[in-house]
């Protein structure tokens, strides 16, 4: 059972956080119940933290899209008390109090159990962000890029998807080139994968044809706007761009020849709300990989009380790697 209350950082109708004790009564009524043990910090996190961008719609409100945590209760039969399971995207942490929260409760839909390779902070080192990258990965292999075929470009590369996506494409065999605009960052994304690393203006510094020479075979591109843009012109043939991020805005001007006479292609990468059987098979992709191979500064690990700091650090642009949520148990 869920105790009267539990411990959140909670969002009030001001948009002022504080970590406070909250009644279990105000948790939705879906069918699982979860105790969560580590959440993490995702961009999208800190806007609907702070009430920007309107991510989130209503206040109060306990961010946290991201969960990873032991069942208490499960009313549809589909996991047992006991079982560790993680909840990443859907609503959670949007319009739904999610993963700040000690304790969540959420459709059984949502909810994937944990892989054996996997502990429950190493899920929350991945988070939304890791199994972003990840989904970006899977449509890259989809349109049959191999890493044989030629270089990625990881763009905005220091960012909790960036850097995820050089160590991941890094184990799985690619050669990786990393941009970013922390030019002080160059060991560190050499450190967790990177073989190559470009400063973000060299990319968009270049001539407007609409046409550029061939320079990578494939991009998780995490930036959009006008780097987007130089990004789809400098693809090479069949290739393909999984794009998943907006920092330089939403909208791309760009022309048709690189599709056209290219042959590239250009995927929305929705990590939110992708299919469960997908979900399912980039977590298990995730159990696979080398994490004895990170860097012990890859992530730092941080309680509820020092959460409100590192949003800030995030709207920033400062942060570097990932920010694992612990919650005292």
Not at 38 to 47: G, T
Not at 96 to 105: D, L, M, N, P, S
Not at 246 to 274: M, Q
Request: net charge neutral; glycine share 10%; hydrophobic share 40%.
């Amino acid at each position: 059972m869920i105790p009267q209350t539990f411990t959140a950082f909670y969002v009030d109708e001001h948009h002022n956080a504080t970590v406070t004790e909250v009644k279990s009564t105000s948790l939705p009524d879906h069918e699982v119940s979860i105790q969560v043990h580590f959440s993490s910090l995702n961009y999208k996190d800190a806007l609907s933290a702070r009430g920007m961008n309107r991510v989130t719609k209503n206040y109060p409100h306990i961010p946290g899209i991201d969960a990873a945590g032991v069942v208490v209760e499960d009313r549809s039969g589909t996991f047992a008390p006991g079982d560790k399971v993680i909840v990443t995207g859907n609503d959670l942490g949007t319009n739904t109090f999610g993963g700040y929260g000690a304790f969540i409760r959420v459709p059984a839909s949502w909810v994937v159990a944990l892989p054996k390779e996997l502990s429950l902070e190493q899920s929350m080192m991945i988070g939304t962000a890791g199994f972003t990258a990840l989904y970006g990965i899977h449509r890259l292999k989809i349109e049959g890029i191999n890493p044989d075929d030629g270089p990625i470009l990881i763009t905005g590369a220091t960012g909790g998807v960036g850097s995820f996506a050089v160590f991941a494409l890094s184990a799985m065999g690619y050669r990786v080139v990393a941009a970013t605009r922390k030019t002080n960052q160059d060991q560190f994304l050499k450190n967790i994968g990177a073989n190559s690393v470009l400063e973000s203006e060299a990319l968009t510094e270049v001539a407007k044809h609409p046409l550029l020479p061939r320079q990578w075979q494939g991009s998780i591109e995490t930036v959009g706007g006008e780097l987007l843009d130089a990004v789809l012109r400098q693809i090479q043939p069949k290739g393909a761009v999984a794009c998943c991020g907006n920092v330089l805005g939403i909208e791309v001007s760009t022309n048709i020849l690189p599709f056209i006479l290219r042959g590239i292609s250009l995927l929305g990468i929705d990590s939110a709300f992708c299919k469960r059987t997908i979900r399912e098979q980039i977590w298990e992709t995730a159990s696979t990989l080398p994490f004895h191979k990170l860097p012990s500064n890859y992530y730092k690990k941080v309680p509820l009380s020092k959460l409100g700091t590192e949003i800030d650090l995030i709207l920033q642009g400062k942060q570097t790697g990932r920010v694992v949520v612990e919650h005292a148990l």
